[in-house]
């Protein structure tokens, strides 16, 4: 099985350390998939934009769609969402 040695909490210092801060004020809590690519604080930090970006802008689905299609590719992939 692979495993990720994992940033945690505690341990986060500079850009890593802001966003499981903005993590944590947005959610009430450090997404998993955030903890995951918290080996590379850049490509965590950009991930999120773009989820941000795809999630929140106005395009051909609304919001109550892209959540719904977010919640059945996760469930689909058997990943909490």
């Known amino acids: 099985m692979a495993w990720i040695n994992l940033i ?8 890593l350390s802001k966003l ?6 947005r959610a009430g ?4 998939i955030i903890q995951l690519m918290s080996r590379d604080a850049d490509i965590a930090a950009e991930s999120m934009r773009f989820y941000v ?7 051909a689905l609304n919001a109550a769609r892209r959540e719904l299609l977010a919640t059945v590719v996760s469930n689909v992939n058997d990943c909490y969402y």
Request: proline content about 12%; aromatic content about 8%; hydrophobic content about 20%.
């Open 8 to 15: 945690r909490e505690p341990e986060a210092t500079g850009p």
């Open 29 to 32: 809590y450090i997404a998993q």
């Open 53 to 59: 970006r795809l999630m929140r802008s106005p395009n």
């Open 20 to 25: 499981y801060e903005s993590s944590r004020n």
